[in-house]
Structure formats: structure tokens, C-alpha cells
């Protein structure tokens, strides 16, 4: 499709969908690994000797180990540091992705520490968990087919959304620590068994409200972008039929 085309209809959309304002977005589409030349300069990479992942260029696929870690994401700590900052507490943060996991996968994570609080989300073959301020609460799908999650953390109060319907909004738990990330972040525990992929990933560093934006919101915003971010939406779209 060629720019022009793939402008016009993104902003065609924008006229259908109303678009909510968007400080800043840091999004990964699956298109080719965390680490390469496109993605590698936005996001910190872990990639454990025993891990592995590889794209087909469109979705990622994620390959773990016992006492192996594998993600991306915002990391300070490694000497990979990403190309943005995680925001306080009460400016916010907040993710949306589409993902799904092999039959006999187990214990995948999205979570993120914001210096305060804490939102964490753990993908199962039978089930998502959502973390509140009491701990993790299982929610029973299909979790090997793809679903799209979101959470916003934001003012001491955490959201959780699935395909859009909101699963949780409520006081979010105590975290000192300093970090988001998508995948295995296990490292020394049992954690993350199976296949892990990951369609498209969008963090947002300043969300504007306080529970998570629909992916009709997300969609109109990067289909400003031009031709490479409605690409994503496209693609998103296509493997729903």
C-alpha cells in the first residue's frame, strides 16, 4: 500500500473514531525481533542463552527456559537502557497488546513498576491474571488465541481491560521497583514455559485517562503516523478474519 493510500485512510478513520491525546507512545508491531535495528535503539532486550525469539514479519514468537529470562521493554538496570522514561506515579503509564500463547505454555507477564505502584498481568494456556492491590486474580479464556490486554497505572489506582472490556479498576499494590516489561523476567524461578507471541505492544508514558484507551482509540492515533503505523492496525485486523 502506498503512503499516500495508507495516509488517506488513516485519516478516514481518525473522522470515524475520535482520538484522545497521546504524549508519547513507544510501540513494537511484531514486524522483526525487539533487538534489531528497528526496535533495538527504542526498548531495553534481555535474551538468556537458552531463549530465543524470532518474527515471521508480522508476529513475534517467544521461546523460554527454566531459570531463563527473556523480554523488552523499559529496563535501567542492564546497561541497554530504552529510549524513554517511565513516568512517575502520577503522571502515569499504561500498555496495550495482543498476544497469545502456545497449548503448554504457563507464567508469561506484562507487569510494570513504576517507583510506587505496581500493574502486572501473567498469560496462561486457560487463563489471564490480573494483579490488584491484593494479589493476582485469575480470570479463565482460551489463552491460545489472541486476545488484546491493556492496563493503565496511573494515581495510585491500576485498570485492567480484555478485548476491550474492562476486568478491574481499583487501587493498584506498593512496588519500589523501576521497570515494564513483556515476556520472561523470571531469570532465577520457574516462570514462562511454552511459546509466547506477541502481536503488537504500544506503552504510553502520559495516558490521559485513567483506565484503559479501546484499541479503536490506539488505532486512529498511529494511523497518523502514516503508512507504517496504520500498517500495524491493518495486519491487526487481517488476522481476525
Not at 26 to 31: H, M
Not at 91 to 98: E, Q, V, Y
Not at 177 to 183: D, E, P, V
Request: overall charge negative; charged content about 10%; some cysteine.
Amino acid at each position: 500500500m502506498n503512503s499516500a493510500r495508507s495516509l488517506s485512510l488513516g485519516l478516514a478513520l481518525v473522522a470515524l473514531v475520535p482520538a484522545p491525546a497521546f504524549a508519547s507512545l513507544f510501540s513494537f508491531d511484531g514486524s522483526s525481533e525487539p533487538d534489531s535495528a528497528t526496535f533495538g535503539p527504542t526498548f531495553t532486550t534481555i535474551v538468556f542463552p537458552a531463549t530465543s525469539w524470532a518474527s515471521n514479519g508480522d508476529v513475534l514468537t517467544m521461546n523460554t527456559a527454566v531459570g531463563q529470562g527473556i523480554w523488552f521493554g523499559a529496563g535501567y538496570a542492564y546497561g541497554d537502557n530504552p529510549a524513554w522514561n517511565l513516568s512517575d506515579n502520577t503522571i502515569g503509564n499504561g500498555l496495550s497488546l495482543r498476544t497469545k500463547v502456545s497449548a503448554d505454555a504457563t507464567e508469561w507477564s506484562a507487569y510494570l513498576a513504576d517507583g510506587s505502584k505496581f500493574a502486572g498481568l501473567i498469560f496462561n494456556n486457560t487463563s489471564v491474571q490480573y494483579h490488584t492491590d491484593t494479589g493476582y486474580v485469575t480470570h479463565a479464556l482460551d489463552g491460545t488465541q489472541f486476545h488484546t490486554y491493556g492496563f493503565v497505572l496511573k494515581e495510585g489506582l491500576v485498570a485492567y481491560t480484555l478485548d476491550d472490556a474492562l476486568l478491574y479498576n481499583g487501587p493498584a499494590a506498593n512496588s519500589s521497583g523501576y521497570i515494564g516489561l513483556i515476556g520472561d523476567g523470571s531469570a532465577t524461578t520457574l516462570g514462562g514455559t511454552g511459546q509466547f507471541l506477541v502481536d503488537y505492544a504500544i506503552w504510553d508514558n502520559a495516558p490521559t485517562s485513567l483506565v484503559p484507551v479501546p484499541e479503536s482509540g490506539y488505532c486512529a492515533v498511529l494511523s497518523l503516523l502514516g503508512c507504517a503505523g496504520f500498517a500495524v492496525w491493518r495486519r491487526v485486523r487481517s488476522l481476525r478474519t
